[in-house]
């Protein structure tokens, strides 16, 4: 009766957190558990108990982000608290469930490097579904807004703290391997959000700006803006062609304009993601 009242994109995304979650539990249970990796954060403090004291790890998160809940209600909103309390019950919850999932490696670098794998994953497809498995996230929004420093200082902070208590505790190889294995799964989880399909932008000066943008119209179907630029040693005034390709077509925008002007001057940059005609629709933005 529930899920019937619920609107579909709010189930949806529901679904996709929950999905997301449990990916984020089989990875910490098959490779960062056995392996006495940390975790940054609310799961890496669960972690390091569950070491010291054999506390379950997901009970653990659950009732550390109680308080992180009630302190962040006002700076998070309704509709994503409500989210993040449905991603940290699903990781709770799934933690439980799968810890009787065999472990999958017992080096601890392959279990970094695949464990950060499998966590970008479920952490990619949390975000892009704009859930969140709370924890120092909401700290971090929180004492944004009273102290001058930023979201990611803050929690580039708390983890810090969490990784050198692992080296303490442990050994300082820990905190390294745990440091392997959160970058991964920071760029796993920047991928799985925007995708492989980057796109570069392409910036030509050109005294023949008409002609270069006529053709990438014509012949790549791309769009083309024009900005009016003036040169600070000559004073010349030009137009400068913008327009942004897929990866295949670079080399061919390059030989449209070494073919009408060898002498332009082309800055070429990535983009990771585009939303818009020709490109990406703004269907789950």
Not at 75 to 95: D, E, M, N, Q, T
Not at 218 to 231: I, M, N, P, Q, S
Not at 243 to 266: G, Y
Request: charged letters at 15%; glycine letters at 10%; proline letters at 2%.
């Amino acid at each position: 009766m529930f899920l019937r009242k619920m609107p579909w994109n709010l189930l949806k995304q529901c679904l996709g957190i929950v999905a997301g979650a449990v990916i984020v539990a089989i990875s910490i249970n098959t490779f960062i558990l056995a392996n006495q990796i940390a975790d940054g954060g609310i799961t890496g403090i669960a972690i390091i108990l569950h070491y010291i004291f054999h506390w379950q790890v997901g009970l653990t998160i659950f009732i550390l982000n109680i308080p992180l809940f009630i302190l962040g209600y006002k700076a998070l909103g309704k509709r994503l608290l409500f989210l993040s309390v449905i991603g940290v019950g699903a990781l709770s919850a799934a933690l439980s469930f799968t810890s009787a999932i065999p472990v999958v490696t017992t080096d601890t670098l392959l279990a970094a490097v695949f464990g950060g794998l499998v966590t970008g994953i479920g952490m990619g497809i949390v975000f892009r579904f704009h859930g969140s498995l709370g924890g120092t996230d909401i700290l971090a929004i929180f004492l944004n807004r009273r102290t001058p420093f930023s979201v990611g200082q803050i929690i580039l902070g708390l983890d810090t703290i969490v990784f050198v208590g692992a080296a303490i505790l442990f050994r300082p190889e820990m905190a390294m391997y745990a440091m392997i294995y959160m970058f991964i799964a920071a760029k796993v989880m920047d991928l799985v959000q925007v995708g492989l399909d980057y796109s570069k932008s392409v910036m030509v000066v050109t005294d023949k700006p008409e002609e270069i943008a006529s053709e990438i119209i014509d012949k790549l179907e791309r769009g083309v803006t024009y900005f009016h630029a003036e040169g600070a040693y000559s004073q010349n005034k030009k137009k400068v062609v913008y327009s942004i390709v897929n990866r295949v077509q670079l080399t061919q925008i390059k030989e449209i304009v070494h073919r009408h002007d060898p002498e332009a001057f082309i800055a070429i940059g990535d983009v990771s993601e585009v939303v818009g005609e020709g490109f990406a629709n703004w269907k789950g933005h």
